[in-house]
């Protein structure tokens, strides 16, 4: 893995957080729709994904840290039609959107619903036409946390298109700790289920 040169961002994994705020993603799926999807959408993208020359990737990956830094609800819809190929398939590991049209809806509710949201890119594996970035966001909401910042840590798949534009963006992160912890009724019982399996409930 290698550093990528960026500066703080928003976006990528936090559209989780339109769920927990009120946006809506597609409709609800079980973790076996979730994970077909995913199989699905492998499958789609595999010939229209580019695998770069050695350092050519690092254009692609600094355009889509460009799409995710200083996002803002004005412009995130013309920059995601942007970023996004027509297309493109984004999994947030509780919603599944597709298109670059509703990619820009999502990203536009989850920005409605948040003070601040950052997600700074830390470093990048690849493997031909796959691109893994590892990250750290930090979200700051009214409703959630008492408005304190919340910070979690996952990683992204990416696969980009000729154009440089995202194809396949599918995120893993833990939302156990990264924001289900803060819920009022879901943080709760979870604390109470790590209490327990640490011997002390």
Partial sequence: MHPIPTTPSAGTAATLLALALGACGQSPRTPEDMNASYEEALTRTAAQAVEYAPGEERAALASAAGFFDDMNENEVRHEALAAY?????????????EGAPAIADYFTRTLQRTNSLTVEFLDVAHDGIDYF??????????????????????MSHFRFDAQGRILL?????????????YLPVIGSALRRVRAMAEGDG
């Avoid at 297309?87 to 959107?97: F, G, H, K, S, W």
């Avoid at 909401?141 to 008492?146: H, I, P, R, T």
């Avoid at 963006?169 to 924001?179: A, E, N, R, S, Y």
């Fill in 85 to 97: 190929a027509p297309r493109a398939y984004l999994n947030d590991t509780m919603a599944v959107v």
């Fill in 169 to 181: 963006h599918k995120d893993f992160w833990d939302t156990g700790t990264g924001l289900y912890e």
């Fill in 133 to 154: 970035v590892r990250w750290r966001m930090t979200v700051v909401s009214s409703s959630l946390n008492d408005g304190a910042p919340m910070v979690s840590y996952g």
